[in-house]
């Protein structure tokens, strides 16, 4: 089910009725927000294969997931897997016109294997359609934006996602914490353990502050073992940051201004633990200083 995108959705449906399709889409937009379900979607209905359980004329390529001395990190997508990708797309449609590729995460795509995806959108087949899906567009090289039909994905007001929260009790509270995303609300509806992690990671937000600092540091040390765990937690500590902006209502007795100036340092904190190799440790550890 795909909820909100609406203009999206009819845009991709006309392209396919009129016929004016092209070879490259860029999907962006936050996680979780419905990009890849889209994607999949538009795919399954190019392909006649929304009624299939296997498709073969839909290639998925996304980050593999490494765990490294208890570390859990998402990998870069390499040259190699483009190179299978090409592969791929030389052979002939199995049941529809076209067959199409999905790039997860495509923003994870090495420097290499960019200018390698490249050298495809530079040589289109008509029987082609690649979809890169991104959080970050501008990790992207220009000469692959500009061959792309670029969506981009907004956060899904709260009317839309109201249904998909059902009759539960808690129904406003998952509305909060799914954060206009209809991922998290699924996610939540499906596993009410999921939900209450979002409380649990509210009152470990809170106890940061009256830690000492090697209580701190010992936080530090564990929230860097799992890499994607961390982002979603610090993506929750913002949003409670702003609404006690907004409301002053988050704990720890933080005024809007200290809140705003976390914002800031937990930002550049994440944009580094996203976009550089620096260690997540450290970075947790400076940003944990100005607290």
Known sequence: MIVGHQKILNFLDKS????TLVQAYLF????????????????QKLT????????????????????????????????????????????SPYFGKYKIAIIDDADRLT??????????????????????????????????KSRCVV??????????????????????EIIFWSLGRPGLAWTFADDPEEFMSRSFAKQEFEKIFPDNLSGRFALAENLSKDVPALIEKMDLWLVLLRENILRATAGSGLSP????????HIGESLKAIKETNASTRLVLENLFLVF
């Open 16 to 19: 396919i009725e009129k016929d």
């Open 28 to 43: 962006s937009g936050p996680e979780h927000v419905g990009k890849f379900t889209v994607a999949k979607n538009f795919a």
């Open 48 to 91: 006649d294969g929304e009624d299939k359980k296997i498709n073969p004329d839909l290639v998925v390529i996304a980050p593999e997931i490494e765990e490294k001395k208890g570390i859990i990190k998402k990998k870069d997508i390499k040259i190699e897997q483009i190179r299978d990708l090409q592969k791929e797309l030389s052979f």
């Open 111 to 144: 420097t290499a294997a960019q200018n390698a995806l490249l050298k495809t959108l530079e040589e289109p087949n008509e029987k082609n359609v690649i979809i890169l899906i991104v959080q970050n567009p501008d990790k992207i090289l220009p000469t692959i």
């Open 151 to 172: 969506k981009k994905f907004n956060l899904v007001g709260d009317a839309e996602m109201a249904p998909m929260a059902g009759a539960e009790k808690n129904k406003q």
């Open 257 to 264: 201004e200290k809140s705003l100036y976390l914002l800031e």
